[in-house]
């Protein structure tokens, strides 16, 4: 019988994907057989990128990579991975702060399904970048190359500017 496929999600709003993100995403890739990026269409924070533009984003960033796989997804994420038959759900760990949610949305995932949650300290030279920030410096015209990656900076100013 061939072994079974270990599979992970990792899910966030990516609003946009950062270095921080990114860094997770390679980490995270060969940590499973396959890496499913999901990408939360409708959080309750109002986006300020469609869920296809975030999608797209991070598929620009992964494209080499056959071990990920970028997905726009709605609602649960157990749900998700009963989907996608995934195991493990995958999450950054930035700081004391994101523990302290991280932690019970990883027992309420284990609960509402089988997902044992990994989380991954962030490098410490990310750690100290977040998409809401991001998001901020881009509002003020501020130089994105510090947090995304030269592409996602300037396809991320161009809709910025559209908006
Ligand atoms: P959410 O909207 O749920 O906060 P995000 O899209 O901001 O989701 O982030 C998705 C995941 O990536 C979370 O686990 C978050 O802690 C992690 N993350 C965000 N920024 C970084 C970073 N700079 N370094 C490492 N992990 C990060």
């Known amino acids: 019988m061939a072994a079974q496929k270990r599979i992970g999600v990792y899910p966030g709003s990516f609003d946009p994907v950062t270095r921080g993100h990114l860094d997770i995403i390679a980490r995270g890739a060969d940590l499973f057989d396959r890496l499913v990026v999901g990408v939360l269409a409708n959080p309750e924070k109002a986006p300020s990128l469609s869920p296809e533009e975030r999608v797209e984003l991070i598929r620009g960033e992964v494209k080499d990579d056959p071990r990920v ?83 996602v900076a300037r396809e991320y100013a161009r809709s910025f500017r559209k908006a």
């Not at 949650?117 to 901020?136: G, K, W």
């Open 69 to 151: 796989e970028v997905r726009p997804f709605e609602g649960l994420v157990a749900r998700l991975c009963d989907e996608v038959g995934a195991r493990w759900i995958l999450r950054g760990v930035r700081s004391e702060a994101d523990l302290t949610t991280e932690l019970p949305m990883a027992l309420s995932n284990r609960l509402l399904g089988k997902a044992e949650t990994v989380f991954l300290p962030a490098r410490a030279e990310l750690a100290f970048i977040s998409s809401r920030l991001v998001r901020d410096i881009a509002r003020l015209g501020g130089d994105l190359s510090p947090f995304l990656t030269p592409r």
